[in-house]
């Protein structure tokens, strides 16, 4: 039974393992793929499981029967991607991990947890942050909604789920806000100006160890590896370059024309 039949809400969190943007990055391999050796929960994920919790919380909690599940796919250490999810809250965790995986752009990525969220099914809202920030691409909330046949709301600051099961965003821009509104099941992405996501405190921490994760194969999902990884991507990097070392800058030096030489300089850059 699902929440537009009374039931229980059931909520699926897309969590990504990305580097950790206090560190530079480096691509790696014949492939250029990003180094993932120091990495982290996304931090724009915290955003959609500190929303994915609210919504729940606001029907009652886990209590009542309302869940979230946090999913996530990578390597066996992206596994700490859905641990910290358990840490602050979600009920239990998915990772789908299978090395024919390595190399997946958002085409591929998309095609994997589209199927996997088939595979698991009854999820009510499924909601992703409003990007990676290792990729950056902030489509594949986009391509699930489409593979997926849902409705989506992407880019929102706050959710909302009314007494008719109709779930409300608020978009924001600089200038203005518009509220979108879509039925259930429904696609999201959340923006980080929404509520700042919580801490793990001790009791969630402890609690977590208890919580469920299941792994799930490609063969698990009825994927053949020719679909996901480098071989059913879309996008390839054929080349890459190193950055090229940050050069001295021009010092002015004032000796009473301090003005007159920075707009030299900038109009000789063409920036005036």
């Known amino acids: 039974?699902?929440?537009?039949?009374?039931?229980?809400?059931?909520?699926?969190?897309?969590?990504?393992?990305?580097?950790?943007?206090?560190f530079d990055r480096h691509l790696t391999g014949a492939d250029h793929s990003i180094d993932r050796s120091e990495s982290i929960l996304s931090e724009l994920d915290e955003y959609a499981i500190e929303s994915a919790l609210?919504?729940?919380?606001?029907?009652?909690?886990?209590?009542?029967?309302?869940?979230?599940?946090?999913?996530?796919?990578?390597?066996?250490?992206?596994?700490?991607?859905?641990?910290?999810?358990?840490q602050m809250g979600a009920t239990?965790?998915?990772?789908?991990?299978?090395?024919?995986?390595?190399?997946?752009?958002?085409?591929?990525?998309?095609?994997?947890?589209a199927t996997a969220i088939e595979h698991l099914g009854g999820f009510d809202v499924v909601i992703a942050g409003m990007a990676s920030t290792d990729g950056e691409t902030s489509i594949v909330p986009a391509q699930l909604a489409e593979r997926l046949g849902l409705p989506q709301l992407t880019l929102v600051s706050s959710l909302e789920l009314g007494d008719d099961a109709m779930l409300s965003g608020r978009r924001d821009s600089d200038t203005t806000s518009t509220m979108l509104q879509a039925p259930l099941p429904a696609i999201v992405s959340v923006t980080d100006q929404g509520e700042?996501?919580?801490?793990?405190?001790?009791?969630?921490?402890?609690?977590?160890?208890?919580?469920?994760?299941?792994?799930?194969?490609?063969?698990?999902?009825?994927?053949?590896?020719?679909?996901?990884?480098?071989?059913?991507?879309?996008?390839?990097?054929?080349?890459?370059?190193?950055?090229?070392?940050?050069?001295?800058?021009?010092?002015?030096?004032?000796?009473?024309?301090?003005?007159?030489?920075?707009?030299?300089?900038l109009a000789g850059k063409k920036l005036l």
């Open 92 to 113: 239990d965790g998915v990772h789908v991990c299978d090395r024919a995986l390595a190399g997946s752009d958002a085409s591929a990525t998309s095609l994997a947890l």
């Open 196 to 265: 700042e996501p919580r801490y793990p405190n001790f009791k969630g921490i402890m609690g977590a160890k208890k919580k469920k994760t299941t792994t799930l194969a490609l063969a698990d999902l009825g994927l053949d590896a020719s679909q996901v990884g480098t071989a059913g991507s879309w996008t390839h990097v054929e080349d890459a370059q190193a950055r090229p070392p940050r050069t001295a800058g021009t010092v002015i030096t004032d000796e009473g024309d301090a003005g007159v030489q920075l707009v030299d300089f």
């Open 54 to 86: 609210q919504l729940v919380e606001a029907r009652g909690g886990a209590k009542a029967g309302n869940t979230v599940t946090a999913l996530t796919m990578g390597p066996e250490r992206a596994a700490a991607a859905v641990k910290k999810a358990l």
């Open 1 to 22: 039974m699902s929440v537009t039949s009374g039931g229980p809400l059931k909520v699926l969190v897309l969590v990504k393992y990305v580097p950790d943007a206090q």
